[in-house]
Every structure is written in C-alpha cells, then in structure tokens.
C-alpha cells in the first residue's frame, strides 16, 4: 500500500510541477509576444515610408505552363487516337516613376500561346498553331492637382508578335484625369 501510495503521490506531484512550468513559460512568452507586435508595427511603419519615398519602382512577373494528353483507342470521341498539347506564356513587365508632384506608370504585356490537336488518322497536322498572340505596352503620365486627382495622359500600344507584327496594330491616346483613391488602385478618366 505504501508503494501504491508513493507512486500516486509522485505522479500527482509531476503533474502539478509541469503545470506550473507550463504556466511560468506561457507567462515569459507574453511579455516576448507584445514585443514582437510592436517591432513588427515599427517595421510596417518605416515600409511605408520607404513606399512613399520619391523613385522608380521597377519589377516584373510572369507564368509558363502546358499541358499534354493522349488518347488511344478513346471510342467516345469522334478522334479516338488523338494527342493534344498547348503551351502558354506570359510575361508582366513594370517600371514606375513617383515623384512628388507627378508620376508615369509605364508597363508592358507578353502573352504567347499555341496549341495542337493531333488526330493520329491524319497526316500533316502534328504542329503546334499559334493560338494566343497578344503583345502591349502602356504608359500613363499625370500631374498632380491633389493627392487624389491628377491631369493625365495615357498612351496604349497593341499588337502581335509571332503573327503579323503591327498588322494590325493599334495606337491609343488620350488625355483627361486620373483618379487615385487607393495606392494599388487608379481610374483613368480619358473621354
């Protein structure tokens, strides 16, 4: 009985020792937690300065991808051996100058795309087809009125690359007002 009893009571006692360790730790935690919180405020604050900081912001982005299937046998389509394939491209390009009392927002478009249907019954068709041929570049340059509205001018160029070049190829220009309520968001006004 005695043994039963020094065990339950070591048991007990470990139990109430993790506890209060669990506890002492979440209570240094807390202080280390507010810390953090307001590190991480100052450095959102100091981003946003450096955002609103005169300069070119240049960047790009873009996407590659494809896709390949086969059917052999395949009784349900009207080509039962066929392969099909495409592949796409797309490339995102900006370069932006803020200043104080005006800003030119350029940016450029590529967007490629072919595709290929192979009925295997015949011959000559095994060739990917363009399918997507899209090429455009914009530039809008405004001058500040306030924070929110600016007199403005945008210029749009758009075409196609692999096909035609600059058959047909179209020139935009127009001149109004941009409206900038948002950082990321901008309304063109040009009638």
């Given at each position: 009985?005695?043994?039963?009893?020094?065990?339950?009571?070591?048991?007990g006692?470990?139990?109430?020792?993790?506890?209060?360790?669990?506890?002492?730790?979440?209570?240094?935690?807390?202080p280390k937690?507010?810390?953090?919180?307001?590190?991480?405020?100052?450095?959102a604050?100091?981003?946003?300065?450096?955002?609103?900081?005169?300069?070119?912001?240049?960047?790009?982005?873009?996407?590659?991808?494809?896709?390949?299937?086969?059917?052999?046998?395949?009784?349900?389509?009207?080509?039962?051996?066929a392969a099909?394939?495409?592949?796409?491209?797309?490339?995102?390009?900006?370069?932006?100058?803020?200043?104080?009392?005006?800003?030119?927002?350029?940016?450029?478009?590529?967007?490629?795309?072919?595709?290929?249907?192979?009925?295997?019954?015949?011959?000559?068709?095994?060739?990917?087809?363009?399918?997507?041929?899209?090429?455009?570049?914009?530039?809008?340059?405004?001058?500040?009125?306030?924070?929110?509205?600016?007199?403005?001018?945008?210029?749009?160029?758009?075409?196609?690359?692999?096909?035609?070049?600059?058959?047909?190829?179209?020139?935009?220009?127009?001149?109004?007002?941009?409206?900038?309520?948002?950082?990321?968001?901008?309304?063109?006004?040009?009638?």
């Open positions: 009985m005695k043994k039963y009893l020094c065990s339950l009571l070591l048991v006692s470990s139990f109430c020792i993790q506890a209060q360790t669990v506890l002492e730790l979440k209570q240094k935690q807390a937690k507010l810390e953090i919180k307001k590190l991480q405020g100052e450095v604050a100091l981003q946003a300065k450096i955002d609103a900081l005169p300069g070119w912001r240049i960047g790009a982005f873009g996407t590659i991808g494809g896709s390949l299937s086969g059917f052999n046998n395949w009784y349900s389509r009207t080509a039962p051996n099909a394939g495409n592949i796409g491209i797309t490339v995102n390009g900006y370069a932006n100058l803020i200043q104080k009392g005006f800003f030119w927002k350029n940016s450029g478009t590529l967007n490629l795309g072919w595709v290929k249907l192979n009925d295997k019954s015949i011959k000559g068709d095994e060739d990917f087809e363009t399918a997507t041929d899209v090429f455009t570049i914009s530039s809008l340059y405004g001058k500040r009125i306030n924070k929110k509205w600016a007199a403005s001018a945008l210029m749009e160029y758009r075409t196609s690359i692999i096909d035609n070049f600059n058959d047909p190829g179209y020139l935009d220009f127009g001149v109004g007002f941009t409206w900038t309520p948002m950082n990321q968001l901008r309304v063109v006004i040009h009638p």
